[in-house]
Structure formats: C-alpha cells, structure tokens
C-alpha cells in the first residue's frame, strides 16, 4: 500500500509539474496578447549601429612578440605525453558588433511579449556563441566548477541539460512589473519558463537556452522550530507547520542573477558606461565584451544568487490586499550553519522564519529572501578579520 501511495504521489507530482509550466506559459501568452505567433518568426536579429572608437586594438598573437619567438618552445623529447583536449585550440577572446557571423537574438528587456522580448542566450557552445546575448555564463560563481569539469573531460564542451520532469512547481506571474524594464533589473522574470517558452527556437535554431530560475516546494526542519513550537510560538496546523517538531511546509525559489547592466546603473545613479568599465576592471578584465559589445545589454555575474522560501500559497506574495512578512537576509555561514560565538544571524534568520509562517497562517504571506553573498558581500576572509579586530577591542 505505502508503495503504491509512493508512485501515485510521484505520478501525481509530474503531471503537476506539467500542469504548472503549461499554465505558466499559457498565462505568459496570453498576457502579451498573441496566442499564436511563432518564436521563429518572432524574436529575430536587428543590426545595430556602434561606436568602436577606443576599443579597435584587437588582440592577436602578432600584437605580442613574445608569441612569435620559438626559442623557449620545448622540443618533443622534452615533452611529456598529456591527453589531447576535446575543445579547440583556437580561442575567441572578444567580439564586436557587426562581426562577421555575430548575430545575436534581440533583446527588448521588459517587452510585455515574450517572444518580442527574448530569450537571455549567453551558452558559447558551437551552435550558440554567435546568437548570445548576454555576457558571463550560467550558474554564477558555479560556472568556474563547469569549466573544470569541462577541462578534465568529465563534461562534454556541448552538453545540454535534459529539462524533462523539471517544470515548476507552483505557477508564478506574469505581473505587470515584468514589462516594466525598470521595476527588474537583476534577474529574469521569465527565468523558470525559458525552455518551455522558447521551445520551438531552441529546436530551429540549435540554441541552447536554459533556465535562471528553479521552483520546487520542500519541507524545512530547523531544530530550533521544535522549541518554538513547544513554547507556544508556533502552532501546527497541518498546512503550513505540519507537527510538533515544527517541521514547515515550503516552496522554494532559486534565482540566478542576470542583470539588465541599463537598469543596474540607474539604480546607482551612474551612467552604464562607468558601470561597465568597472566591471571589467574590477574582474580582472575577465569579461572583455564588457567593453567591445555595448549592444549587449545583459550580464550574468560570477556571483551567488538568491533563494526565496515561501510560507503558504505563493500566489498570495502579489497580492496587494494580503499582509506580507518578509525577512531579507544575507548569507553567514559561520553563524546560520556553523553557530559562530561572535555572530547573531542565526537567531534572526530563525526569528524571521517565524514571523513569516505565523503570517501565513494568519492569511497574509510569510517570506524569507536568502542572498548568497557572504556577510554583505564581504566574504568570509574579511568577516574573520573583523572578527579578530572585534576581539582585540576595535570598533
């Protein structure tokens, strides 16, 4: 009997699963007013007249004399046998606008029509590199691990992910912020529905296009909770708090960033060629394209991302009637997970955990944003020094 409760549930969570994603791409359409159009015919290429004026001093192997020497070249006695590389020699280490075989996929950020809008397209594998429209990689910080994996021959260069049984779990949006190219700047609203809104150009065209957002719904134990429960703070309801050991009902959201690099610097107040400039800089010149591709208006950072727990229906977030408790909070591995003696995050963390689930219980939204940058970006090398500058009396 248990088991075959097991595979109804399973069976139940994929059809759900589908069910979700159709939704949200039926809602996503019929939003923009257009059931019928096709990607293909929809998003297309539009050439773009730009200033190169600074930035025409390409890098070749003749611009480094070093290169041309052959002096220190080894001989093949000297050399060791090593595994020959599955990627080509050949290394492209900028693009321009109006290169020959760059056409990149239109991108009108914040176009209430997603197939006006388009894809975010960033992957470099052979079939892609010339329609990108943003610059960095997928997974963030994660994307230097892909690229050892890559390296070591544990992961073909052109491996595509298999987004079967992988549809959202809770259908989300649209709103009207989404075609408000000022409202999001950060991330792609559209980010959990790519693959399955952009079907048909990922199979016409080759592309490969991948999701920046990820819903599941989960249940979250803290030992703490058990206490808040027994205590009075907490009380289950078989919902939202599911028993005595205070263990939650959740749904989860994962973001990676992307950023609209327009938006972005608006919200500094700099112009978005400062902020370009100092992106690539600041880097380590790592994103070159920062500076020869200002037709590319996206960027996805090397950086941690963020993840959403929703307490309740999700669909109560949006809604304006409905009361929110909301707890932003970065990342401290030292305290959340680790129960550091000179930090207070994880109470806090635990406090707005708390505060959100009684809020949901009461009929508003209960929500906890989770930024994956260390102490305010700071990062741990730092905190742990101004730990020791703490202890040793300075303010």
């Not at 595979?7 to 019928?36: C, F, P, W, Y």
């Not at 220190?72 to 050949?90: E, G, K, L, Q, V």
């Not at 990149?104 to 997603?114: I, T, V």
């Not at 009684?358 to 101004?386: C, D, H, M, P």
Request: aromatic letters at 8%; glycine letters at 8%.
């Amino acid at each position: 009997m248990q088991q075959d409760l097991k595979q109804l549930a399973t069976v139940m969570e994929n059809i759900n699963g589908r069910v979700n994603i159709l939704s949200g791409v039926k809602q996503v359409r019929e939003e923009a007013g257009d059931h019928n159009h096709s990607a293909k015919a929809a998003v297309y290429s539009e050439s773009i007249t730009y200033d190169r004026s600074g930035f025409d001093s390409k890098i070749t192997s003749q611009s480094n004399p070093d290169l041309d020497k052959t002096k220190n070249i080894p001989r093949a006695s000297d050399m060791r046998a090593t595994p020959r590389s599955n990627t080509s020699s050949r290394i492209i280490l900028t693009t321009y606008p109006g290169q020959s075989g760059i056409d990149p996929f239109m991108m009108r950020w914040g176009h209430k029509d997603p197939m006006q809008r388009g894809p975010v397209v960033v992957a470099r594998t052979q079939s892609t590199i010339r329609r990108r429209n943003a610059i960095g990689a997928h997974g963030g910080s994660y994307s230097i691990y892909h690229a050892l994996a890559v390296a070591s021959k544990d992961l073909d260069v052109d491996h595509r992910p298999d987004f079967s049984n992988t549809e959202p779990a809770a259908s989300i949006g649209p709103f009207p912020q989404w075609a408000d190219s000022s409202k999001i700047v950060s991330m792609d609203p559209l980010g959990h529905l790519s693959p399955w809104l952009f079907t048909d150009l990922i199979t016409t065209e080759n592309v490969d296009i991948r999701p920046t957002i990820a819903i599941t719904k989960a249940h979250m134990k803290l030992p703490e909770l058990q206490e808040s429960v027994r205590k009075g703070r907490l009380v289950p309801d078989g919902k939202i708090c599911l028993n005595e050991t205070g263990e939650l009902a959740v749904t989860k959201f994962a973001v990676e960033p992307v950023w609209y690099l327009p938006g972005v610097a608006a919200r500094f107040g700099i112009d978005e060629g400062t902020l370009r400039k100092s992106l690539f800089e600041n880097t380590g010149g790592s994103f070159p394209e920062l500076i020869t591709r200002g037709d590319i208006k996206l960027f996805l950072p090397p950086i941690g991302g963020l993840t959403v727990y929703c307490f309740g229906d999700p669909a109560r977030m949006s809604d304006p009637l409905a009361r929110l408790a909301l707890r932003v909070h970065d990342e401290c591995n030292g305290s959340d997970v680790f129960g550091s003696d000179i930090c207070t995050c994880r109470p806090y963390l635990i406090f707005g955990v708390e505060e959100a689930v009684k809020e949901a219980q009461n009929g508003g939204s209960g929500v906890v944003i989770y930024f994956r940058k260390e102490g305010r970006a700071l990062g741990e090398v730092t905190k742990y020094l101004v730990y020791n500058a703490r202890k040793r009396g300075t303010d």
